[in-house]
């Protein structure tokens, strides 16, 4: 069992991601994982002196990124199936609703012998795949611009615009 400190002040949240994080680390030739793998993981790493239902619920919903907020909204997983997941990386789409949602946890919030697995995500995990620029979703880009035009109907905002044309 870990500390006390640790014991109340991880976040299930933390306590699922740093589970998968750990899985990616020992399988690393492996792109996912199954909700079961992250719970049983979770509960070998016995954070919490014991095993939160919430591991379960945030793995299969709270903490992943392309599916609708319910009601967390963390981008920390990745659904890539029906029950299989991996932590999300920069570039992967993502259910609007979560924009702006925690992908990775902070520092302090982090027991210190698990840190090691923050520096691990930027610099070996976040990279992988993305050579190219990432790919944002289209629908990253629902709203832009709307304070332009806002109140004006669309052949009013052409018409101002082109005042002055010759």
């Not at 945030?58 to 392309?66: D, E, G, K, M």
């Not at 949602?101 to 610099?123: F, N, Q």
């Not at 976040?126 to 052949?155: F, V, Y």
């Amino acid at each position: 069992m870990k500390s006390s400190e640790t014991l109340v002040t991880i976040k299930v949240s933390v306590e699922t991601w740093i589970a998968t994080a750990l899985l990616h680390c020992d399988n690393p030739q492996r792109g996912d994982f199954t909700i079961n793998e992250i719970v049983e993981r979770a509960l070998k790493e016995n954070l919490n002196g014991r095993l939160r239902p919430g591991v379960r619920i945030h793995a299969t919903l709270h903490c992943v990124a392309n599916f609708a907020p319910n009601p967390a909204r963390y981008r920390m997983l990745f659904s890539t199936g029906r029950s299989t997941r991996r932590l999300f990386r920069p570039g992967d789409s993502y259910d609007p609703g979560r924009e702006g949602g925690k992908i990775l946890p902070e520092v302090v919030e982090v027991p210190e012998e698990y840190r090691y697995l923050l520096d691990w995500y930027h610099s070996e995990y976040a990279g992988i795949g993305s050579k190219q620029a990432p790919k944002s979703s289209i629908l990253a880009l629902r709203g832009l611009g709307r304070d332009i035009w806002d109140g004006e109907d669309a052949d009013s905002y052409v018409a101002r615009l082109r005042e002055g044309w010759k």
